[in-house]
């Protein structure tokens, strides 16, 4: 029998369980309540205990899950296949998770859950409602444990027979392989870890929108409210340019209205998903919010601003007249890098213990956790600080938990640099003592712009959160139009929404290693272990989810390029070699070039992208160094059945070889060429780009690299090819000014660094005309 504890006093046991619900309704579930209704539960809950109008929604509690186990016996069966089992053993991990699930999905759920289950969904509505079938797992020692996306979730569901059947297959969920994996990986304990499913009204808004409670840096106390027509997916992922309103919390009154030309809608696509609409004409300019509507919300606002103590990021979305409040967080470090501000000359008289490079902007306070082995990230918690020696691809999962990251080692460009970057998670590289000099519980504030921590919580940050989300907000679309083209990198899906949320021109570099890494396997395990449907499929979902986040826009893939070392810890890493020198190994086309069955598995899922319509996928080979490289891809593509000739294809510069060879490259038939500066200054220079003992002499302006982009421009406009930047330095509004003046096509910039890019690039191209316009007058 599974005892499940919490608080010393147990919860579960074959004495007590019939005391314990198999459902809550939101407005009985308070934030104690988390280990019984997991994260998600607890958060809807204490919105709606405070008199919030969340849509109604119910709770199949964990203790339910756990009835259902001990009733039909498969805790036995469940857990003593899981006991000897290797999960680096993925034959018998699949297994056992797909016998684990079939157990799950094929016994009887109890007649009283079941009846509970049916009664709550009639008491919610006399009709078939339409609901959201949510998973929200919990675990004994952390009851929020963040095993997002290992489990499902199920949209428009409607009918008692689905609705049983979704929160079945909710259950079934926490046995998945990879939920398994990480499980066991983060040191979790199976047996203790459970799952309640939160079934919720949906909410298909005819507005809707985000508002933002207070100013997030001033604390001034002027509600921020931006709305649009049709769902709120609009608003937040920038496809829109929202109205805005701005309500005064202490007098109550509105005190400023934008109506802005709201050209597309987002809307719910039949009972399946969502759909890109346009707006009819006659209501594009129409003012989407009256005043009372906003003065409503900003009352809501100030009630989860009260409650939770801090100013809130809240979504809204208004149905028939009535209004819903779909979520309520923290605005953490959004402010500030919004602001792109930081605390210098605000807070002198605060203790600063450590220096490093300020590698993601935003400032964040919270507790100190220590990792020293990718094993002890079980002990990450929501809003801690990471402090490691470097991050690695294995430690994302963490990484997209804590408030803060800091690095022992690394500069601009290295693993935790440029994932913090797109998570929009405060980083600092570089500070070489990082892990001897704080300790484990220590309350401390990054400074991810300056690159400083100081001791204890500053009042600038705000204070970490429970459930704290990753940050989604950037510098809002521009109207700033560039002849000189601004695009954007993405390494993570999940970043692509915040990517094109910045109006960028389309990705200048689409890292897909980390579409495969998340998946703790290297390519070679996948293709030693038969799963190469799987290797595609995964590249193919993740590039897809940031090619639809770019309609129409070109989205530039790179080939594989991840060193060796970054694979060790991975399943199939124990096959790689050991290299003395992996940044100088064997990586990039070379690799690719020598490893045919992983090159074709990438091209693969291309072609069903380009089948599928998706034309402006282009796809760029890094570490190239000779033409002939360049050209053996592309025949090696054309026997994969690529029609390569109309395909775009181009090379990263990142080798001085290449920059060199240029004019060659471009004889060879190359598209496009991009600066991949972090590489090409390490290569230039003589400097590893890692390496924070020589980080100061790491010089992306030194005269010898810039000669080298400078020839490499010019010969790409003589033969008028697309010449680009995707390296580190292109976020720099310095160099982009230099790259604008000696004729570059486009830069691919960071996401927090669009706006400031788009400003320099503006600002230097104004400039030229207006030279060139005075030094024609002076003739
Ligand atoms: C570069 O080298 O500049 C680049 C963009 O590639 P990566 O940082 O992935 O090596
Ligand atoms: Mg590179």
Not at 325 to 332: A, D, E, G, K, V
Request: aromatic fraction near 6%.
């Amino acid at each position: 029998m599974i005892i499940i504890k919490q608080g010393g006093d147990e919860i579960i046991s074959g004495a007590n369980m019939k005391n314990v619900p198999n459902i809550l309704w939101l407005e009985e579930i308070r934030k104690e309540d988390i280990i019984s209704v997991g994260g998600k539960g607890a958060s809807l809950g204490e919105m709606a205990s405070i008199g919030l109008p969340v849509p109604r929604a119910f709770v199949v509690t964990a203790q339910a899950f756990r009835r259902f186990l001990v009733e039909t016996n498969l805790e036995e069966k469940i857990f003593s296949s899981f006991d000897k089992l290797d999960v680096e053993d993925n034959a018998a991990l699949e297994k056992a998770a797909d016998h684990a699930k079939d157990l799950v999905m094929k016994a009887k759920m109890p007649v009283i859950i079941h009846d509970e289950i049916k009664k709550a969904y009639k008491k919610m509505s006399a009709e078939d409602l339409i609901v959201a079938v949510r998973s929200s797992a919990t675990a004994e020692d952390l009851p929020d444990a963040s095993f997002a996306g290992q489990q499902e979730t199920y949209l428009n569901i409607k009918g008692e027979a689905n609705l049983l059947d979704s929160v079945q297959k909710c259950w079934a969920s926490l046995y998945g392989a990879r939920a398994i994996y990480y499980r066991s990986k983060q040191g979790f304990d199976d047996h203790t870890v459970n799952i309640a499913v939160v079934v919720q009204q949906l909410v298909h808004s005819e507005k809707a929108g985000v508002m933002f409670t207070s100013h997030p840096i001033t604390g001034e106390k002027n509600t921020i409210i931006e709305g649009s027509w049709g769902l709120g997916e609009a608003v937040v992922s920038g496809s829109v340019s929202p109205d805005k309103y701005v309500f005064d919390q202490k007098t109550e009154k509105v005190i400023d209205t934008l109506i802005s030309n709201k050209k597309v809608e987002i809307i719910a696509d039949g009972d399946h998903g969502t759909k890109l609409v346009d707006v009819p004409p006659a209501r594009q300019d129409v003012q989407v919010l009256s005043d009372a509507e906003v003065a409503k919300l900003g009352m809501y606002g100030k009630i989860a601003e009260n409650h939770y103590g801090i100013p809130q990021d809240v979504e809204w979305g208004i149905v028939k007249g009535t209004i819903y409040i779909l979520q309520s967080r923290p605005i953490t470090t959004i402010g500030a890098k919004k602001e792109n501000k930081s605390m210098s000359g605000q807070k002198s008289e605060a203790k600063i213990i450590l220096k490093g490079q300020g590698a993601a902007p935003g400032i964040a306070s919270g507790k100190v956790v220590v990792i020293r082995d990718v094993k002890d990230t079980g002990s990450v918690r929501e809003g801690d600080i990471l402090v490691t020696k470097m991050t690695n691809p294995d430690m994302v999962p963490a990484m997209r938990k804590v408030a803060a990251i800091i690095t022992d080692e690394g500069g601009m460009t290295c693993h935790a640099a440029i994932v913090s970057r797109e998570l929009g998670t405060p980083a600092i590289v570089g500070t070489k003592t990082a892990t001897k000099i704080l300790t484990n519980g220590q309350l401390i504030t990054v400074d991810g712009e300056m690159g400083l921590i100081y001791e204890g919580l500053l009042p600038q940050a705000a204070a970490p959160v429970q459930g704290a989300a990753p940050q989604r907000l950037v510098a809002p679309a521009s109207s700033i139009i560039t002849a000189t083209s601004v695009k954007v990198n993405v390494s993570i899906p999940e970043a692509a929404a915040r990517a094109a949320a910045t109006g960028a021109d389309g990705v200048g570099l689409l890292r897909i290693e980390h579409l495969i890494l998340g998946l703790n396997k290297t390519p070679g395990w996948f293709i030693a272990n038969n799963k190469e449907e799987e290797f595609i499929k995964e590249l193919h979902d993740g590039i897809k989810i940031v090619m639809d986040a770019f309609p129409g826009k070109t989205v530039w893939v790179r080939t594989l390029d991840a060193p060796t070392d970054e694979f060790r810890n991975m399943q199939g890493g124990e096959s790689e070699p050991h290299e003395h020198n992996p940044m100088l190994g064997w990586r990039g086309i070379r690799r690719d070039l020598q490893s045919p069955e992983q090159f074709r598995l990438q091209v693969e899922s291309f072609k069903r992208l380009w089948k599928e319509g998706y034309e402006n996928l282009g796809i760029m080979f890094p570490m190239v160094s000779h033409p002939d490289q360049f050209l053996k891809a592309k025949e090696m593509m054309r026997s994969y059945g690529v029609d390569v000739e109309n395909t775009t294809l181009g090379i990263m510069i990142e080798i001085p070889s290449s920059a060199i060879m240029i004019e060659d490259f471009c004889k060879a038939g190359i598209k496009f060429a991009s600066f991949g500066t972090n590489d090409l200054i390490q290569y230039t220079l003589a400097i590893d780009r890692n390496n924070e003992n020589v980080a100061d002499m790491y010089q992306p302006q030194h005269p010898a690299v810039l000669h080298l982009i400078h020839n490499a421009i010019q010969v790409c406009r003589a033969y008028n090819i697309e010449c680009s930047i995707c390296g580190q330095a292109g976020s720099d509004p310095k160099m982009a000014t230099w790259l604008v003046e000696h004729g570059i096509t486009s830069i691919s910039a960071n996401i927090d660094a669009i706006a400031k890019i788009r400003e320099a690039v503006a600002r230097t191209e104004k400039r030229i005309i207006l030279e060139a316009a005075r030094s024609k007058d002076a003739e």
